[in-house]
């Protein structure tokens, strides 16, 4: 009874702070609303009531206490200045630092608004440009607003929300407030990269309908040696379709024959997305594998899985993804290889491997050949293992690879033990290692030590990593060393774990 009582008088309690604290705001809105009547002229008024009832709709209270209501005014004035022209060609930003005499407001930050089309991925890809830069963002916040504008690209009227006709276009606004830059140049620095964040997101946007077009063409015509193979190479693009892939980029390469060698040619008008801006080490992974320099037997598979050696800047501030589809002559050989790149969608993260069509069969041959019953303990224990592996070990991994590791893994049994597991890249673009070390021994500091150990172990130029804990005793670290394309390293790892 007295835990019944105690949630009622939580919830109660977080109900009359939620309440005081869109009181509070409303006040404070009600107040910038007066002073805006106050000082403009009755004609222009309404439109920017109308802008401040939109941009400050969600805007986080605690960031708006404690500032004046003249400098509350002067920004709210200076946002609608902002939209006043804009040319839908090309992303507008502006940074500056408020200074009273030249803006009439003064704030100890540096503001960065932007106003460009309303798209997917704008925020996110914005804020990762600033996080990979280490500034501080104190304030972020944007809307979406619908406006009419004349052949000038004048600001003729701010919509109201949802009530917008056939004539209005929607737009992004953003605004942020970062730790202070006071050097022009770096300033200047940073408008030009956002400015090329934004182009790249708008390349991806304006041509993602023709990736996934292409990527349903390409499922729809995968030349098969094994029907088998075949069905399951379907199966995964039509995965990929399922809203399981970011979709950033597409190339297509050709293989032919020149005398003795082998040429492979990159078709630059089939190029989508980021692939049509920027170039990638497609044709010369496959053109190194063809010659035999890695030693799989990829060459004869349908799907092939890499990694980008390039960050990308669209969406999620990482290394992104290939999807390689072949297409075989018939002689058997490769003719072509498809190449999607992109980002796996958050919830693969965490689905089930029997619900990821390919890395099904990889699992349950993994499962095969450690030859445990099919009802017993020990498969039940190593198909947990194998449920939470990361996933980009069980895209990139070959079967033996992975059988491997995961063995070894499930023999560790739960014991205080630190082990080191290390994959590396058949394309040499990078090094995985996974970091095994009991949970309560674990911390920033130790974690930073190993990464430097790792990295100059491999001669990493740069590495990431993420951290997976659970009911376990031990806590497990994945690496991700980049290192220079086709550089070679052998290290024992044992030596390392140690």
Not at 9 to 24: G, L, P, Y
Not at 88 to 114: C, M, Y
Not at 374 to 379: G, N, Q, V
């Amino acid at each position: 009874m007295e835990s019944h009582v105690d949630q009622h008088t939580s919830i109660d309690e977080h109900t009359r702070v939620e309440q005081h604290t869109r009181a509070e705001q409303d006040t404070l809105i009600e107040q910038l609303r007066s002073e805006i009547v106050q000082r403009l002229p009755s004609e222009q008024a309404p439109q920017v009531l109308e802008f401040t009832r939109q941009f400050y709709d969600k805007f986080p209270l605690q960031e708006l206490r404690g500032r004046p209501l003249s400098d509350l005014y002067a920004s709210t004035y200076g946002g609608w200045h902002f939209l006043q022209h804009y040319d839908d060609s090309r992303p507008k930003v502006r940074i500056f630092n408020p200074d009273f005499e030249q803006h009439g407001w003064q704030l100890q930050h540096t503001v960065v608004a932007v106003l460009c089309r309303d798209m997917p991925f704008v925020l996110d890809s914005v804020r990762g440009e600033l996080n990979s830069r280490n500034i501080s963002i104190i304030t972020i916040h944007s809307a979406s607003l619908q406006v009419r504008r004349d052949d000038q690209q004048r600001l003729l009227q701010l919509m109201p929300r949802n009530g917008a006709d056939g004539s209005a276009s929607t737009e992004a606004f953003l605004y942020l407030e970062i730790n202070r830059h006071s050097n022009p140049d770096d300033l200047a620095q940073l408008q030009q990269a956002i400015e090329q964040v934004l182009r790249e997101v708008e390349c991806v946007v304006d041509d993602f309908a023709a990736l996934r077009a292409r990527c349903a063409e390409v499922r729809n015509a995968i030349a098969v040696k094994d029907d088998a193979e075949a069905g399951a190479a379907q199966a995964f693009t039509d995965w990929l379709l399922d809203d399981n892939f970011t979709f950033l980029g597409y190339e297509y390469l050709q293989v032919s024959a020149d005398g003795d060698k082998t040429r492979i040619e990159r078709s630059g008008e089939s190029a989508l997305g980021l692939l049509r801006a920027r170039g990638s080490s497609g044709a010369d992974d496959l053109a190194a594998e063809l010659a035999g320099v890695n030693d799989d037997n990829s060459a004869t598979k349908i799907l092939i899985f890499s990694k980008s050696s390039l960050r990308t800047r669209v969406h999620r501030r990482v290394y992104p993804d290939y999807v390689g589809v072949r297409v075989f002559g018939a002689d058997g050989r490769v003719a072509a290889e498809h190449r999607f790149m992109g980002l796996y969608t958050s919830r693969v993260y965490t689905m089930p491997p029997a619900q990821i069509p390919v890395i099904a069969d990889k699992v349950e041959a993994v499962l095969a050949r450690a030859g445990f019953g099919k009802d017993s303990h020990e498969r039940s224990e190593l198909a947990r293992v194998l449920e939470i592996h990361p996933r980009d070990e069980l895209f990139h991994a070959d079967s033996a690879e992975l059988y491997e590791t995961v063995l070894a893994i499930h023999q560790m049994q739960e014991r205080r033990l630190v082990r080191l597991f290390v994959r590396r890249d058949s394309y040499g673009k990078y090094v995985s290692c996974l970091v095994y070390m009991p949970r309560d021994t674990y911390n920033t500091e130790l974690r930073v030590r190993i990464q430097t150990l790792l990295c100059n172990a491999f001669a990493a130029r740069e590495a990431e990593f993420s951290t997976f804990f659970s009911e376990s005793i031990l806590t497990r670290t994945h690496f991700i060393l980049q290192i220079e394309p086709g550089q070679r390293q052998h290290r024992d790892s044992a030596v390392l774990q140690d």
